[in-house]
């Protein structure tokens, strides 16, 4: 039997103080081997974050069944910090896209940031990002790591965007360090950027704003529209990482709707990798809370905007022709590469 009138009837609306939400899934099963400074990283990385975010920002920590020592730091930097006001801890590792995805579809927020437990976060990486979606109405993604080599991934709205509405030209790379050091953290055989990667990378201009974006980016830290959420898929993900399944639930969704998948120019984060290194703690120490920036907006300036229909069967069909060799090289020159610079990218 119910007594009484529950008080919250009264109260219907929801209303927000912030508008920025950061996801940030972790999975830290034991402390051997692959996962042996994995704790460490992660800790540099909640750190940075919380350094560098503004006060309207909410961070959404997804565990992953990760060891008790993990859930235990966790749950003590929800008691500490104001800007975590969300903490879930699965009994089972459901992987990152359901970790997202139930953070994402259970938040309000119209910016979401998804970004991996070993990412060190850089002052000014949200300011930047958040000025790149105002300069880009029609941005769905946005990251503050930009890369040369993602310009044809997932970037048919921005084809047409560039050719038909604003600009596309090469520019030189502004801090080729930070992406060789990214290229490093893989730890693959093979470095992934040639010399010309480092020099030069496609940039987008918005004509109307002077906005300018790097075309493309990855998306082990990067920015969303909530639309792509609230619009791609309502499937759950039964692969927890490989298999295509971060394409299915976050690239296709952002390109089906309309919308440009960019990068800013300066680089504003850096991938960690599972193992610490010096210069990881020397750029640490460049954030120094009490130069801490506190920069943010209403949030009402991040309203849904896409290219339109016709433009993205027309950004499809570029994008296409770009896969054809002889295409590909024609344009880069054309948009700013010699022939050898073309050749080698």
Request: charged share 25%; glycine share 8%; proline share 4%.
């Amino acid at each position: 039997m119910r007594v009484g009138f529950n008080p919250e009837k009264e109260n219907k609306e929801i209303v927000l103080e912030n508008y920025h939400r950061v996801i940030v899934p972790v999975y830290i099963p034991n402390f051997e081997g692959y996962f042996a400074d994995l704790f460490e990283v992660f800790r540099l990385c909640l750190d940075s974050l919380l350094l560098t975010a503004h006060n309207k920002t909410r961070i959404t920590i997804y565990n992953n069944n990760s060891h008790p020592e993990v859930k235990a730091y966790i749950d003590e930097k929800y008691q500490e910090s104001e800007l975590i006001d969300q903490v879930f801890h699965s009994k089972e590792n459901l992987g990152k896209i359901n970790a997202i995805l139930a953070a994402a579809k259970g938040n309000l927020e119209p910016l979401i940031t998804i970004t991996d437990a070993d990412v060190l976060f850089k002052k000014g990486w949200q300011e930047a990002v958040e000025k790149t979606f105002l300069a880009f109405p029609e941005a769905g993604m946005i990251s503050p790591v930009p890369s040369s080599k993602v310009y044809k991934m997932f970037t048919g709205n921005n084809w047409f965007y560039g050719l038909f509405k604003g600009k596309l030209a090469f520019e030189k790379v502004e801090d080729p360090e930070a992406m060789h050091r990214f290229d490093l953290s893989l730890g693959n055989k093979e470095l992934m950027y040639k010399p010309v990667h480092l020099e030069k990378y496609l940039v987008l201009s918005n004509k109307s704003t002077g906005g300018k974006a790097v075309m493309g980016c990855g998306h082990f830290v990067a920015t969303l529209k909530r639309e792509v959420f609230d619009k791609g898929t309502n499937q759950p993900a039964f692969i927890k990482i490989v298999g295509g399944v971060e394409n299915r639930f976050i690239d296709f969704p952002n390109e089906k709707l309309g919308l440009l998948r960019l990068a800013t120019k300066e680089n504003y984060a850096y991938h960690m990798g599972n193992h610490t290194e010096e210069w990881m703690y020397e750029e640490f120490k460049e954030l120094d809370p009490k130069e801490k920036t506190i920069t943010a907006f209403s949030g009402k300036e991040f309203v849904f905007q896409s290219v339109s229909g016709w433009g993205q069967s027309v950004g499809g069909k570029i994008k296409q022709l770009l896969d054809r060799k002889k295409i590909n090289l024609l344009v880069l020159g054309k948009l700013g590469l010699t022939k050898d610079e073309a050749q080698q990218y």
